[in-house]
């Protein structure tokens, strides 16, 4: 089992629509969490962190953490087609300092 | 505006050849991150750095790979012999150090082809 899970995709949405990115990772010790977007050719970027269970809001996104389901997601509101990108999710190593452990990330695609 | 710096953006080497890639930073930030990606295998560790000091190099070929950090503001990763398999996108990522925010800044990425 990886140790940070996500759908390879591609995840096809309309423009306007919600997109919804799922994560899971298997140590229950992990602490922080982030997602990463990053256009084809480019390095990541990150584009939001959650800490505590429940949701954080950053204008169009929101992360989603529930710790005890060991799952993370990330909902793009009102996509657009410049959200296509592929998505990572990341989540801390309990044991390394400030070390994170990277998902295979999912493939967005918003179509006009 | 401040980011992480990378050089060379681009390398093209032959088989056999020492190929170094170096990185600056955020500044302030003290710990720094090298990682390898590739299609095949996605984002991959290599070695990280917290105060200069060399924390975990496990994900790093002992025998070609080494990563050094000679100064807060300048990290290098050298492989030497390169072999083929070494193509990949470099990045180099630094972050602050307090627990419980590991928060990671990427720079752009050295894109290495090794013919």
């Known amino acids: 089992q990886k140790e940070v899970e996500q759908n390879s995709g591609p995840l096809s949405v309309p423009e306007g629509a919600i997109a919804s990115l799922n994560c899971t990772y298997s140590?229950?010790?992990?602490?922080?969490f982030f997602w990463y977007r990053q256009y084809s050719g480019k390095s990541p970027e990150l584009i939001m962190s959650?800490?505590?269970?429940g949701d954080k809001e950053d204008g169009r996104f929101t992360a989603q953490l529930n710790k005890a389901s060991q799952y993370v997601s990330l909902l793009i509101r009102d996509s657009q087609p410049s959200d296509s990108a592929t998505y990572l999710c990341?989540?801390?190593?309990?044991?390394?300092?400030?070390?994170?452990?990277f998902g295979a990330g999912t493939r967005l695609a918003v179509h006009p | 505006d401040a980011r992480v710096t990378q050089t060379p953006r681009h390398k093209v080497t032959e088989m056999g050849q020492e190929v170094t890639m170096r990185c600056q930073p955020i500044?302030?930030?003290?710990?720094v991150f090298w990682y390898r990606q590739t299609m095949m295998q996605g984002l991959e560790l290599l070695a990280y750095?917290?105060?200069?000091?060399?924390?975990?190099d496990s994900g790093m070929p002992k025998d070609r790979f080494s990563a050094e950090m000679p100064d807060a503001t300048l990290a290098t990763l050298k492989i030497q012999p390169s072999e083929p398999r070494d193509s990949a996108v470099y990045f180099c990522?630094?972050?602050?150090?307090?627990?419980?925010?590991?928060?990671?800044?990427f720079g752009p990425g050295t894109r290495l082809l090794v013919l």
């Open positions: 990522a630094s972050g602050p150090s307090p627990t419980g925010q590991e928060t990671q800044y």
């Open positions: 140590d229950r010790g992990s602490q922080s």
């Open positions: 959650i800490y505590s269970n």
């Open positions: 990341a989540v801390s190593s309990p044991g390394g300092y400030n070390k994170l452990i």
């Open positions: 500044l302030g930030h003290n710990t």
């Open positions: 750095f917290r105060n200069r000091a060399p924390l975990d």
